[in-house]
């Protein structure tokens, strides 16, 4: 009874790679016809590439002769993007189908990395001048990648809802998703997009809930990658957005277009590191190295806040000082400011990484300062009775095993000397 399932699963499993590489193979002729008719093309229409809707074409082309550039320089700029991300999704995905080929999970994820690398640039010289193409890359490719990456989230990393009722979630966003392709492909109510967003959080709220509850190491280190590469990139993607999507200023073109187009990199460059980090999780590659990327970044983002903080709160001081008793203001604020800065650089950084590990990672603090106290007693201690002690107690301290045993040799060639801690005597 149980072989016709597997039989007819592993044949839904088989189409379902099939259709994954006739995509990849798909894509990658376009790519190539693409990028024969791409100098061509952007000539013709090299006012028509914009950072972002704050920008309009006549100031996109002002900024770039502000700054000496071609008028193409935009079109060139994007097509090395589209160039990147699509064939960072291709080997992606192709290591993960070499890897695993026919589990489920892993073909959903190839097929969202191709589709995550679909950019309109690479593409436009030839949907240009095929309608169905445009609609369906634009249209259908453009609304389901995205929303596809999000509900993947809801089965990361083994391929099962958690929880199980974040299965109706799913269906629901489904239908929103054939509303949006079929209905309103192009302009979402206001509404819908609120629902998109909600759909977002949750999906994310999902990898927080397997964190909270999973109790297989494996699993929880896979979150952690993926948790970890999608908060970071937010993070700086918010900053990046503060600066990018303002309209630019008269006057300031050019400085403005290249601050629009370096957070267009910055936003590429962040959704790849997620969909590295969703590889290495599925591969099990490396994964406890994710905590101490974690214990890293909260380090150093936190020195970096009291650094600034001490920098400007410096210059604001120390120029009112010298306006006060001079009148005018004075250079050697800034320096004085970037000297304490630089002097407080290791003993904050101190500071910081002993609070986080005592408030975050305190098992690895014991574990330090027990190693610490045994390396502090070992160095003036004589008896080695007292060393031998330390030793056990510091192991037992540190690891907690069920038994711990010390062999000492007075003469390697003779007899050796157990210490059982467990007994508390010589044997």
């Given amino acids: 009874m149980s072989a016709r399932p597997a039989r007819h699963e592993s044949l839904w499993l088989r189409l379902g790679y099939w259709i994954v590489i006739s995509y990849l193979a798909v894509t990658l002729c376009i790519a190539l016809a693409g990028a024969i008719l791409f100098p061509g093309y952007v000539k013709q229409h090299a006012g028509s590439y914009v950072p972002n809707t704050s920008w309009s074409g006549a100031q996109v082309q002002a900024g770039l002769h502000e700054l000496g550039w071609p008028a193409e320089s935009v079109g060139w700029f994007y097509f090395g993007l589209s160039t990147i991300a699509l064939g960072a999704g291709w080997t992606l995905s192709f290591i993960l189908l070499r890897r695993k080929a026919l589990d489920g999970f892993s073909l959903l994820l190839a097929f969202i990395f191709v589709m995550a690398g679909n950019t309109n640039t690479l593409f436009q010289p030839v949907t240009a001048h095929l309608a169905i193409l445009d609609y369906f890359f634009n249209n259908v490719i453009g609304v389901v990648a995205w929303q596809l990456f999000f509900i993947a989230l809801f089965y990361f990393p083994d391929g099962k809802a958690v929880p199980r009722w974040s299965r109706w979630i799913v269906r629901i966003w489904f239908a929103y998703m054939l509303w949006t392709v079929l209905i309103n492909p192009n302009t979402p109510d206001r509404p819908l997009l609120w629902l998109a967003f909600l759909f977002g959080f949750c999906a994310l709220g999902s990898q927080v809930f397997r964190q909270w509850r999973l109790k297989d190491p494996i699993q929880k280190q896979q979150t952690k990658w993926v948790s970890y590469a999608i908060v970071l990139m937010a993070a700086v993607l ?187 005597h010589e044997k």
């Fill in 238 to 424: 918010s900053l990046a957005a503060l600066f990018a999507f303002k309209p630019p200023s008269g006057g300031q073109y050019g400085a403005n277009l290249v601050t629009a187009l370096l957070q267009q990199a910055v936003f590429t460059a962040g959704f790849l590191f997620i969909m590295i980090a969703i590889l290495i999780a599925i591969l099990r590659y490396r994964l406890y190295e994710i905590d101490l990327l974690i214990r890293r970044t909260l380090v150093y983002s936190a020195l970096t806040a009291l650094l600034a903080l001490v920098y400007f709160g410096g210059v604001t001081l120390l120029q009112s000082l010298f306006t006060s008793l001079t009148g005018q203001q004075s250079p050697a604020a800034v320096v004085l400011s970037t000297l304490l800065s630089a002097t407080l650089f290791n003993p904050l950084r101190r500071r910081v990484q002993d609070f986080i590990d005592r408030r975050f990672y305190r098992q690895k603090y014991n574990v330090e300062r027990a190693l610490t106290e045994f390396a502090e007693t070992a160095r003036s201690e004589t008896e080695i009775s007292a060393v031998t002690g330390g030793l056990i107690h510091t192991v037992r301290k540190t690891m907690q095993p069920q038994h711990v045993s010390l062999w000492l040799s007075s003469d390697p060639q003779r007899s050796l000397t157990t210490i059982d801690s467990g007994e508390g």
